[in-house]
């Protein structure tokens, strides 16, 4: 999926108020925004480079015009991934504004986070968390403390400290973020559901299941209480907050919720959907662990049933299921099948992983 950069996607119809009628400048610009809305941004990248290179003979380094003229280029880069372009771009940009406006200007503060952001999708975290700690300062000193423009920023450092396994910072500033949030739009913002999702992976990766299984219970509400909630989200929700309760041991609070996933996705997929199979064994593994293995015996024979007619059998979710189901057979004392059914695992062609 592409990611773009937040901030920069009215540039190009903002310029255009801002040129001269006549001038080459607005013909440009005029030409980048159709190419741009006809969704030709390979064509709108040529044309962007040649207003830029207009702007910068004909208004010179420090005028305004450059600076819109990089703002367009940065991001339709972002549009095609382009990032090591853009980045580029955006330093030269830094240091246009940097000494135009000062190093506590907000402009300034917003070029940081969107060069921090392009560091992370490269992988460059070092980079990313330095620029990224230098923007949100910036922002801090000069916006009011519950200011949504926080929220991005905040959200992309999280991101890096998360990738850096530095959980303890990664953790604050996700809360920070779902508190601004709330204070913003209430507790019963459907979108609050991103920002509990993020503190929730980040709890569940701490093991602080408890916490974990908090946001997880809001965001299921918060689903609950939308009726247009996409049915593949709402599905997530339920196996992520149902797993939470399995891994902390409340299986009786597990079970429910397993359930109404694979009722959900039997009637939006279909019954012989793969994402069926994979709900069939997550309940099948809730009743085993209650030792209801004559519950969990079926829903096993459905899932296999439907992964050999759709998947080879070297495909590892069938072979997973197997395994388990061997296992069963030898909870209800049914040895010789399983040991039948070992075989047959053993025999299953490996997958061979390509390079």
Known sequence: MVKRFHGWGMVLLLVLGACTSQSRWMSANEKIV???????????????????????????????????????????????????????????????????????????????????????????YAHAEETGKRGLAVLRKQL????????????????????????????????????????????????????????????????????AIGMAKRRLDLQNKNTRVNPRDHVHTLISLATLYRDGGQLAKAEPLFAQALEIDRRELGKLHPRVAVDLTLLAEVYALQKRYVEAEPLYKIALAIQEKLFPPDHPNRKKTLIHYAQLLRQLKRTHEADDLDKKIRALPTRTVTP
């Open 34 to 124: 159709r190419l741009y809305h006809d969704g030709l941004y390979t064509e709108a990248v040529a044309e962007a480079q040649h207003a830029l290179a207009l702007a910068e003979k004909d208004f010179g380094d420090g005028h305004p015009y450059v600076g819109s003229a990089i703002s367009n280029l940065i991001f339709l880069y972002s549009l095609q991934a382009n990032y090591s372009q853009a980045k580029e771009l955006l330093l030269k940009f830094l240091v246009l504004k940097q000494k135009q406006l000062g190093p506590d200007h907000l402009t300034v503060a917003l070029i940081l986070v969107q060069l921090s952001e392009i560091y992370r999708y490269e992988g460059d």
């Open 144 to 211: 009011p403390d519950n200011h949504p423009t926080l929220i991005d920023a905040m959200n992309n450092l999280a991101f890096v400290y998360d990738a850096e396994k530095k959980n303890k910072e990664a953790e604050a500033l996700y809360a920070e973020v779902l508190s601004i949030r709330e204070y913003l739009f209430g507790r019963q913002d459907p979108a609050l559901g991103t920002y509990l999702s993020n503190l929730e992976n980040m709890y569940r990766r701490e093991g602080k299941l408890n916490e």
